[in-house]
C-alpha cells in the first residue's frame, strides 16, 4: 500500500517532468524556426542580386528583377547615429544622476519611469513626435525618425548603464572620493572607466532596439523609398521596408522584404553574442 | 545642492518631460472626440468616415478595443504556462550548459525586432494554423454559431494572439526565473527534507512566488495591449466584431497604423484615432504598474533581497 503510493508519487514527479520539458521545448522552438525560415527565403533573395542588394535601389514593383535596400540601410544608419548621438548622453547622465543621488524624488521618478518606458507601446511615441515634430516641420523626415528612435533608445541605456555603475565595489568609490576629486571628475575619469564593459552592453542594447524599432517612425520618417533625401527629406528603414514590402502583392518587393528581413536577423543575433562575450547577464 | 546635482538633474527631468507631454499630447488631441461621442466612442462600434459632411461622421473603437483586449488575453493564456515551465526547467533541472544556452535564445528572442516576427506570423505562421488548427476546429464545431466562420487568409484574432504569446515569453519568464531564484535555499531544503519529490516541492515554492506570477501576467498583457507591428501584419485588419477568435479583427494599434494614412482628410478621424491611443494607453499603463508594483511589493513582503 505504501509501496504503491510512493510508485505513483514517482510517477507523477516523471510525468510532470515530461510536461516541463516539453513545454520548455515548445516555447523556444518558434525562434528557430523564424531563424530558419528568415535565413533560407532572405539569403535566397541576397543570392539573386549579389552586391546590388546592399548597393541598389529596389526596382519597380513587379518586374522580374529584385534590386536592393540601399535607401533603408543607408537611412537606418543615419537615423540609429543621430539617435545615438542625442540619445546616449542623455541616458548616461540619467544614469549617472539615478546612482549618484538614490535618495532624490527626481532619481526615486525616473528609476520608475525607465523601466515603465521600456513597456510602453512604440506607436503612441509615433503619434508624439508626429504633431510635436513632424506637423510643425510640415514633412515626415529622418530627423524626427531619429527623435523617435531616441526615446525608444534612452530608457534601455539608461536601465543597463545604471545597473553597471551600480556593480561597482563600495571600496572602489570610497576611495575615488578620498583622491578628493570634485564629483564630476570622480565619475566620468574613474566610474565611467571601471564600468566600461557595462556601458558599451547598455549602448548596444539601445542600438539594436532603436534599429529594430517599426511602430515608432512608422508616422515619423516618412516614405523614401528609392532615395535617401538628406536629414529633413523623407527617409526610410530597413523595419519599415520589412513592413511595407511583406505586405504587397509584388513577388519581388516580398523577396526584398524577405532579405532585410535576414539582414535585421542577423544583426541582431551578432549584437546578442557581443553582449554575451562582455558581460554575463544582461537585462532586457 | 552642489552644482553637479544641478547640473545632471537637467537630464532626468527630460524624461520626466517627454513621458509627461507623451500623456498632454494625446488627451489634448483626443477631446474633440470625447466631447463629441462621450462614453459612446468606447462602446460603439460603427465606424463611419465621410468627406462631404463631418456632421455624419461617426466613430466607435468598441470593434478595436474588442480585438485588443481579446488577443492580449488569449496571448497571456497561452504565454504563462509555456513560460512558467521555462523559468522552471531552468532553474531546476537545467545543467550549467543547457542553462547558458537558454539564456542566450530568450535573450535573442527578446531582442529579435518585432517586424521579423510579423513577417514570420504573416507569411509562415498564419497558413500553416489556418491548415492544421482553423480548419479541422470549425470543420468539427462549425454547426456551433461562434465557429461558424474563419479568415481565408489565416491571419486573424488567434494567430496574432499565438505571435503575441511567443513574443512575450522571454519576457515572463525573466519575471519568474528572477524571483523563483530569489526563494531562500533553505525553504527548499526543508522541502526536500521531508521527503517531497521534486514536483511537490515545486508546487509548494510556486505558491511562494503568486505575487511574481500575477505580476508576469499582468506585465505580458500590458505588452500585449501595446505591441503594433507583429500584431498588426496578423491579425488581418476588418471591422468585424465575433466571439470566434478566427475571424479577422482590428486592434487598436492596428486601426492606428491602418487608418492613420488618410485620417487628416476628415474632420474626426484623426481625434478619434488619438482618442484610441489614449484608451490602449490608459488600459497599458495600469497593467504595467500593476505588474511592476507588485513584483516590487512581493519581494519586500517576503523579506527576500531585492
Redesign the interface.
Known amino acids: 500500500m505504501v509501496l504503491e503510493h510512493k510508485k505513483a ?2 510517477i ?2 516523471r510525468v ?2 515530461i ?6 521545448i ?3 522552438l ?2 528557430f ?2 531563424t530558419i ?2 535565413c533560407i527565403r532572405g539569403l535566397q533573395a541576397i543570392m539573386q542580386s549579389k552586391l546590388d542588394f546592399f548597393f541598389g535601389v529596389p526596382s519597380p514593383p513587379g518586374s522580374s528583377q529584385l534590386g536592393g535596400i540601399w535607401p533603408a540601410i543607408i537611412g537606418s544608419f543615419v537615423t540609429v547615429l543621430l539617435a545615438s548621438l542625442i540619445g546616449i ?2 541616458s548616461l ?2 544614469s ?3 546612482i ?2 538614490p535618495k ?1 524624488v ?2 526615486k ?2 528609476d ?6 521600456t ?7 509615433s ?2 513626435i508626429y ?2 515634430v513632424v506637423v510643425p516641420m510640415g514633412t515626415p523626415s529622418a530627423f524626427a525618425a531619429a527623435l523617435s528612435l531616441t ?1 525608444i533608445m ?2 534601455y541605456i ?1 536601465i543597463q548603464a545604471k545597473e553597471a555603475l551600480r556593480s561597482i565595489p563600495f571600496t572602489y568609490r570610497e576611495a575615488a572620493y578620498s583622491l578628493g576629486l ?3 571628475k570622480v565619475i566620468f575619469t574613474i566610474f565611467l572607466g571601471i564600468a566600461r564593459r557595462g556601458i558599451l552592453t547598455s549602448i548596444l ?1 539601445g542600438v ?2 532603436a ?5 515608432s517612425i ?2 515619423t520618417a516618412g516614405a523614401a523609398t528609392y532615395s535617401f533625401y538628406g536629414l529633413f527629406g523623407h527617409a526610410g528603414a530597413i ?1 519599415l521596408l ?2 511595407k514590402f ?2 504587397t502583392s509584388y513577388e519581388n518587393w ?1 523577396q526584398l ?2 532579405g532585410a ?1 535576414f539582414i ?2 542577423i544583426s ?2 551578432m ?3 557581443i ?2 562575450l562582455l558581460i554575463k547577464e ?3 | 545642492m552642489d552644482r553637479f546635482k544641478f547640473l545632471t538633474s537637467f537630464f532626468p527631468s527630460i524624461l520626466i518631460l517627454i513621458f509627461s507631454s507623451m500623456f498632454i499630447v494625446l488627451i489634448y488631441n483626443s477631446l474633440p472626440i470625447l466631447e463629441r461621442e462621450g462614453i459612446r466612442f468606447i462602446t460603439d462600434s460603427t465606424w463611419r468616415a465621410s468627406e462631404s459632411n463631418p456632421e455624419e461622421e461617426w466613430y466607435g473603437i468598441a470593434t478595436a478595443l474588442w480585438g485588443t483586449l481579446y488577443t492580449a488575453i488569449l496571448a497571456t493564456a497561452i504565454t504563462l504556462p509555456l513560460s512558467l515551465s521555462t523559468a522552471i526547467f531552468i532553474c531546476e533541472f537545467a545543467p550549467r550548459k543547457v542553462r547558458e544556452f537558454l539564456a542566450i535564445t530568450l535573450d535573442m528572442m527578446a531582442t529579435l525586432p518585432t517586424v521579423v516576427y510579423g513577417v514570420w506570423g504573416m507569411t509562415i505562421l498564419a497558413p500553416t494554423v489556418r491548415d492544421h488548427v482553423i480548419i479541422p476546429i470549425v470543420e468539427a464545431l462549425g454547426w456551433t454559431l461562434i465557429f461558424s466562420e474563419y479568415s481565408p487568409s489565416g491571419q486573424c484574432i488567434f494567430t496574432a494572439a499565438l505571435v503575441l504569446a511567443i513574443m512575450n515569453i522571454p519576457y515572463a519568464t525573466a519575471i519568474l526565473r528572477e524571483a523563483y531564484t530569489m526563494i531562500p535555499q533553505v525553504y527548499r531544503e526543508g522541502i526536500i527534507s521531508l521527503g517531497a519529490t521534486r514536483t511537490e516541492a515545486i508546487r509548494i515554492l510556486l505558491g511562494m512566488i503568486k505575487h511574481a506570477i500575477i505580476a508576469a501576467v499582468a506585465l505580458s498583457f500590458g505588452k500585449a495591449v501595446g505591441e503594433t507591428t507583429a500584431v498588426t501584419l496578423t491579425v488581418g485588419n476588418s471591422f468585424k466584431m465575433s466571439l470566434s477568435p478566427f475571424v479577422a479583427g482590428y486592434t487598436v494599434t492596428s486601426l492606428l497604423v491602418n487608418q492613420f494614412g488618410n485620417a487628416y482628410t476628415y474632420k474626426y478621424a484623426s481625434y478619434a484615432l488619438y482618442g484610441a491611443a489614449l484608451v490602449m494607453l490608459l488600459i497599458n499603463t495600469i497593467c504595467i504598474l500593476a505588474g511592476l508594483t507588485l513584483a516590487s511589493r512581493w519581494a519586500k513582503t517576503y523579506g527576500f533581497r531585492t
Open positions: 508519487r514517482i507523477k514527479d510532470f517532468t510536461i516541463i520539458i516539453g513545454l520548455t515548445l516555447s523556444i518558434p525562434l524556426h523564424i525560415e528568415i548622453p542623455i547622465l540619467t549617472i544622476y539615478i549618484e543621488y532624490s527626481l532619481s521618478i525616473c520608475k519611469l525607465a523601466l515603465m518606458l513597456e510602453f507601446p512604440t506607436i503612441i511615441i503619434l508624439f504633431i510635436v526615446i534612452i530608457p539608461t570634485p564629483r564630476s542594447i539594436a532596439r534599429l529594430g524599432d517599426t511602430a512608422l508616422f523595419p520589412i513592413f511583406i505586405q516580398i522584404a524577405y528581413a535585421l536577423t541582431t543575433m549584437i546578442i553574442l553582449l554575451r544582461v537585462k532586457l
